[in-house]
């Protein structure tokens, strides 16, 4: 199963996106209001940091995965129990997003249908994928969808030029001072982008040096993406109920209206929504099973998929019930320990090992 | 493999009908709401519904325009808080309620007076089936209920004709979501059109009671209403709070002998500090384009002279007006110029001291009105035809 | 195997217990001057009566053995030598050989005390000349099309491809009609796997009868369960010369007109031969609004349904009441109603394929009347809805290849149910599945999708450009994307 540097930068946008369309701006907006952008603005520049840091992971072990490579440097018992913070963090987000698919369709478009039979749709079609073919099917579905995806999530912004008012941004940082930017920044940074799929992902890479150049600018325009939005969404809404939409995205959809004929075209967006979304599921079930069957040893990737979709199901109608573990976004354990661990600490750790191995090994040749 | 996938899908497939389509709602078992009433009721809220009959209002072949039935359908329901009379509503409707193409809300002073409107804005925004889009408008005089209730000789619908009247005259940004952006902003307070219903005779046979632009209302901070200002003054506020388009200006000349009248197109405003150190001067500068109309006065225009003099004259005129109802509207407090807006984008450590009592403050400001208003056109005419 | 034996008498009873209750089987025989006899054994209508009359029978008859240049002693050297007048000649060495000869339509010459046979080609039956093909015609372009007979039908490649790298290699396949099909590639063009693979597979066949080239396609082609066929076929010997040219592989079967042509994309189903034939800058448009009318025609019905029960806020405000009155009368449920008028549609056009050609045009005129405007005159259908189909169906009809045509209309189907039960919602998902579908398709090696999936830059712009030709393309070759 090879993936091209290509497919792989629509697979980073995509999921890079669809995280950010999602959560952090609430998050920031709430701490930071007008100045949001600014909050964006770095929590995306620490993440293409993050981004660089496990490319250079990634490229000190290039034929091996994440779960071999994290045994390799580590040690077998230590390697094993980094992984499942991985993992941990995999689920996580997987859940998040569906959980988040499920409750845009229930409040937007199906009132009235059970939250079961949308997951289960999803799910399904995540199933199918993974026997189709694996990660081949899903960087050329990637490929397909990703123009349409990206161009529809950039045109939206741009559809409603009349509501825009500039001066709604100022004054810049008065109003909040740096400590409220930088909470912004706290909250809402590990939300943006997506990077922890590539130390996977880079193993099945045809082609690592149009690999990476593709993750990095597959990140760049997830990063774009989400500072221009926050941009709009302040020009458009002013400081005060940006901070109180929840899904500011979604809420920019609306005040669509174009000649007043082409109007509450947020139907449409989440149709779109529900593609990338799929993308982004399909490529967490993946990595998190191949990475389970390498872990365990059970070669048989396939049905551990299935038994994973199954969990998965389970968990996300259980958090429907249990409010609580649904909507901590602000966790202390999350965002104080997994994941500066997933994303910051374990990727300096492995490079740094990397490199002294590196050099030891070459000065031991010499 | 394949085959076994074929089977689950076909499987799921049957599955799909026994979830049953639960979410269908057919064209016809659909209620659209086109604008909505909110009165004053001793219980609380009177909540009334304008309903279309899409029958009567399209173009189509079996259903025909006749003049005997209305198009529209008003329901209402009194209840403690909207969503009460909104559920109370719906219990009373055969079809579910439609919400998003609604174009117009409109509210009666009484309730104004009474109650606190921003509880509506919560609704608005948290429920995805309502967009921010429509107008507000205030009525004066009557129920907000007997607004809706009237037909309109032109329009098929009292709403339609409310919103296109203000889309036609110029007045385009007082959608709902500018007024909860200028009810959260500090700096600004909301400007609210009003409308009252009059009896006025259409044809021989009919007199019809139709709601027409009255003014405008300046609301404080509570959303209270401070004063009402008829059309002449309100369009002028609107103006210099940057939310007009375009109007028509009268001015009589010097000796006394006629008037000449305008027509103000690419209403502008902007809003200077002076440089130095007294914060509390301001410049609003207003311009526009002027195309002249009509002349009654004795004046060739096609000479310079006159040209440029009718230009001073103009400016001199505007200044003096608008800034009476400057004057007239610091008197009252609230700051529907944004003016404290301005302040604090420019002068944000100097607001923050001064943006607790706004009201008060404000009237200290010295606003000056400089008007910068340009001829572009006479017409097609000289001088006046005698 | 038996072979010939010298005896004429046993040969002779052999043939004649063989084709014991066929009539039209000649079985002739000639004494020569020194008392052999000959055996002439042909089929009667297939047989060129002509040539052998004037080659065989006449000399042997008049003036004996052949004379030539070199006299001939015996009759067994006229065998050994295959001296017969004729072009096309074999030697046959057993029996089973002569049978299965004579049944092709050749003609058979026995003689007493020779072990062996000649067998001479002279095959000539009733055949249909060179029409223009009916079901893909253009505006421009040569108006040739097949025809049955499989050496016309090489004859057609070969006048337009004048190359030794043209290879054509033969292979007969079914039991029972032992059909010959010719496998036509340009060598060094066309895939060595792919090649390879096609080779394979056709010896593989085990099959009573080929009847057209469509029994061949199901046995070789890759996926049989996918309602997205890999295999291309055509009429027209232009789009065969130019797939060649391409690197494509043809495959050419006796008793049809219709050619295989593999490997086939997704995107080449949606192209037509006019493309090539008009000024290009048309071609852009043209191909746009062909991509546009492929997705009306799966996606309008379902759309229309989505919109107007699922999310009516959608639509703008004067659209839909005049929709929603259009609806106040009507009895069904809107996708009760879109599903019946799709499969009246359908059926009407599968009605007007095999109508005689007369009563075509009547046939189309009853429908419009009769079922659209009597059913929305009594109320029974809504206006809007007869206007959604329709143009669902026309949109259909812009699809070049009319067997391209067909995934879709089943793919209309499959998109109003999920749309219908589950609004947009279903419609993604649904669009989803076909994608995930389409990707993992394969064609021979070649990716169903692409050059869109995985990404070929150089070939993409293909899809909606096509270049003047003067300007140089990549390679003609076609590189295994794998």
């Known amino acids: 199963m090879k993936v091209t540097g290509y497919q792989l930068f629509w697979l980073i946008s995509i999921s890079s996106m669809i995280m950010f369309s999602y959560v952090p701006i609430k998050l920031a907006a709430e701490q930071s209001h007008q100045d949001c952008w600014i909050s964006m603005l770095i929590g995306g520049t620490i993440m293409m940091g993050v981004t660089w840091i496990m490319l250079k992971v990634c490229m000190q072990n290039k034929d091996k995965t994440l779960v071999n490579f994290l045994k390799d440097i580590l040690g077998t018992v230590l390697g094993k129990i980094c992984v499942t913070f991985y993992f941990i963090l995999w689920f996580v987000q997987m859940s998040i997003i569906a959980r988040g698919l499920v409750e845009f369709q229930n409040l937007v478009l199906l009132h009235e249908t059970p939250l079961t039979f949308i997951l289960l749709f999803m799910f399904f079609l995540v199933v199918y994928v993974m026997f189709k073919g694996g990660i081949t099917a899903i960087s050329r579905c990637s490929e397909v969808i990703g123009p349409f995806f990206v161009l529809m999530l950039y045109v939206q912004l741009f559809l409603s030029p009349q509501e825009v008012e500039v001066n709604r941004i100022l004054p810049i940082y008065v109003d909040s001072g740096w400590v409220h930017i930088l909470k912004g920044t706290l909250y809402s940074f590990n939300y943006m982008v997506d990077p922890s799929i590539i130390l996977m992902l880079f193993f099945f890479a045809e082609n690592k040096r149009t690999a990476s150049r593709g993750i990095l600018w597959g990140t760049a325009i997830a990063m774009l993406w989400g500072v221009i939005t926050t941009l709009v969404i302040v020009f458009i809404t002013g400081p005060n109920i940006s901070a109180e939409m929840v899904i500011p995205v979604y809420s920019l959809t609306k005040f669509v209206s174009i000649l007043d004929f082409i109007q509450n075209i947020d139907a449409f967006y989440i149709t779109f929504w529900v593609f990338g979304a799929f993308i982004k599921l399909s490529v967490c079930m993946f990595i998190l099973s191949y990475g389970l069957s390498e872990w365990t040893g059970l070669k048989n990737w396939k049905l551990i998929a299935c038994i994973t979709t199954l969990c998965l199901l389970a968990f996300v109608i259980y958090t429907t019930y249990d409010i609580r573990i649904g909507y901590e976004y602000k966790n202390i354990i999350f965002i104080g320990f997994l994941y500066p661990l997933a994303y910051i600490i374990i990727p300096l750790l492995l490079w740094m090992i990397g490199s002294i191995r590196n050099h030891r090994k070459t000065s031991s040749i010499n | 493999m394949n085959r076994q996938a074929m089977l689950t899908s076909i499987t799921l497939i049957i599955l799909l009908s026994s979830s049953g389509c639960a979410d269908i709602v057919e064209p016809n078992q659909l209620a659209f709401v086109i604008g909505s009433a909110i009165d004053h009721d001793e219980n609380g809220i009177e909540v009334s519904h304008q309903i279309v009959i899409p029958s009567k209002i399209s173009g189509n072949v079996k259903g025909g325009s006749s003049s005997d039935s209305e198009n529209f359908v008003v329901i209402s329901a009194t209840g403690k808080d909207i969503f009460e009379a909104n559920m109370k509503i719906q219990r009373r409707m055969s079809r579910r309620l439609m919400e998003n193409h609604r174009m117009l809300i409109a509210i009666s002073e009484e309730y104004f007076e009474k109650h606190d409107i921003s509880k509506l804005f919560d609704k608005l925004n948290r429920d995805p089936a309502n967009n921010l889009s429509n107008i507000s408008i205030m009525i004066k005089g009557g129920r907000a209920k007997d607004f809706l209730m009237n037909d309109h000789p032109l329009e098929h619908l009292s709403t339609i004709a409310a919103q296109k009247e203000m889309d036609f005259n110029g007045m385009k940004n007082f959608s709902s979501r500018q007024l909860v952006i200028d009810y959260l902003s500090e700096g600004s307070r909301p400007l609210v059109p009003v409308f009252n219903i009059k009896e006025s005779k259409v044809n021989n046979k009919e007199t019809k009671q139709i709601a027409f632009l009255f003014g405008f209302a300046i609301l404080d901070k509570n959303l209270k209403v401070k004063g009402i200002m008829d059309d002449v003054e309100g369009s002028e506020v609107a103006w210099m709070a940057g939310k007009e388009t375009f109007q028509g200006v009268t001015i009589p000349w010097k000796d006394g002998n006629g008037t000449l009248s305008f027509k103000f197109t690419q209403l502008k405003r902007q809003i200077y500090s002076n440089k130095g150190d007294d914060k509390n001067r301001i410049i609003l500068s207003v311009k526009a384009q002027a195309y002249l109309i009509e002349n009654t006065t004795s004046l060739d225009m096609f000479e310079v002279d006159n040209i440029i003099e009718v230009q001073k004259y103009l400016n001199e005129q505007i200044q003096k007006e608008l800034q009476e109802t400057v004057d007239k509207v610091q008197e009252w407090g609230p700051d529907v110029f944004g003016i404290g807006e301005h302040f604090h984008r420019k002068y944000p450590y100097w607001w923050k001291s001064k943006k607790g009592n706004w009201e008060e403050n404000f009237k200290e400001i010295d606003v000056k009105v400089k008007p910068n208003i340009r001829i572009r056109s006479f017409g097609t005419g000289g001088e006046r035809l005698k | ?482």
């Not at chain 3, 015996?74 to 017969?84: A, D, N, P």
């Not at chain 3, 079967?253 to 042509?261: K, S, Y």
């Not at chain 3, 599945?433 to 293909?462: M, W």
Request: glycine share 6%; net charge negative.
């Open chain 3, 1 to 482: 195997m038996s072979s010939i034996s010298s005896s004429l008498e046993a040969n002779e009873a052999y043939l004649r217990e063989q084709f014991n209750n066929s009539s039209d089987v000649v079985i002739r025989s000639l004494i020569l001057k020194d008392e052999t006899i000959i055996l002439l054994i042909y089929l009667d209508g297939m047989a060129k009566l002509q040539s052998v009359e004037d080659n065989i029978l006449k000399p042997l008859i008049f003036s004996g053995l052949p004379k030539g240049i070199d006299p001939i002693q015996s009759l067994s050297e006229m065998f050994k030598r295959e001296w017969v007048p004729l072009t096309n000649i074999k030697t046959g060495k057993s029996l089973e050989d002569l049978v299965h000869q004579i049944l092709q339509g050749s003609l058979v010459i026995l003689a007493n005390g020779e072990a062996s046979a000649i067998i001479a080609q002279v095959q000539d039956y009733e055949k249909r000349s060179i029409q223009e093909p009916q079901k893909e015609s253009t505006l421009r372009g040569s108006k040739e099309g097949f025809v049955e007979n499989i050496r016309t039908n090489t004859s057609m490649i070969r006048r337009r491809i004048i190359h030794p790298l043209l290879k054509m290699e033969s292979f007969k396949i079914g039991k029972y009609t032992q059909t010959e099909v010719v496998l036509a590639y340009m060598q060094g063009h066309a895939d060595e796997n792919v090649l390879s693979e096609v080779k394979n597979k056709l010896n593989m066949i085990d099959a009573d009868g080929i009847i057209d080239s469509a029994y061949i396609e199901e046995w070789i082609e890759n996926n049989s369960f996918s309602i997205f066929s890999q295999i291309q076929n055509t009429e027209r010997p232009d789009i065969v010369t130019s797939c060649l040219l391409e690197g494509k592989i043809v495959l050419l079967t006796n008793g049809t007109p219709f050619a295989l042509i593999l490997p086939f994309t997704f995107w080449d189903g949606l192209q037509s031969a006019d493309d090539y034939f008009e000024r290009f800058i048309f071609t852009i448009l043209t191909r746009t609004i062909r991509y546009i009318m492929s997705f009306i025609s799966f996606a309008l019905p379902a759309i229309y349904v989505a919109l107007t029960t699922f999310h009516p806020e959608m639509v703008p405000r004067y659209l839909m009441f005049s929709i929603a009155a259009a609806r106040e009368t009507t009895p069904f449920p809107t996708f009760i109603e879109i599903f019946l008028m799709l499969v009246v549609f359908d059926g009407l056009q599968e009605a007007g394929v095999h109508l005689p050609n007369r009563l075509g045009p009547v046939m189309s005129i009853i429908g419009a009347l009769v079922i659209g405007q009597a059913a929305v005159e009594a109320g029974i259908i809504s206006t809007p809805i007869i206007i959604v189909v329709s143009l669902t169906g026309v949109a259909g009809y812009s699809i070049a290849r009319y067997s391209a045509f067909f995934p879709f209309r089943i793919i209309r189907y499959l998109m109003l149910f999920i749309t219908g039960f589950l609004g947009f919602y279903g419609f993604a998902l649904g669009i989803i599945y076909l994608l995930i579908h389409l990707v993992s398709l394969e064609s021979f090696g070649t990716p169903y999708l692409s050059p869109v999936a995985p990404f070929d830059g150089k070939r993409i712009k293909d899809l909606i450009i096509r270049y003047p030709f003067w300007i140089k393309k990549g390679q003609n070759k076609k590189e295994n994307v794998k």
